[in-house]
């Protein structure tokens, strides 16, 4: 029973999700020999306030 947790910058679109969200469960069912129904996907959204890079704040970053 795999668990998989995507941590992405805030700004994906559902489709985007959704699309990320089929291909990697048959990704998993493929290689880990398992059933969909076995499979979670977990996205996390990061707010750009909270993440930097160097040194810069990922929400400064876009402004450029």
């Not at 076995?38 to 970053?61: A, P, T």
């Amino acid at each position: 029973m795999p668990f998989i947790t995507v941590k992405v910058l805030e700004g994906k679109t559902t489709e985007q999700k959704r699309q990320l969200i089929e291909r990697m469960t048959q990704v998993a069912c493929e290689t880990l020999d398992v059933d969909p129904s076995k499979v979670f996907i977990f996205i996390e959204d990061l707010q750009k306030d909270n993440y930097g890079k160097n040194g810069k704040m990922f929400s400064d970053l876009d402004n450029k």
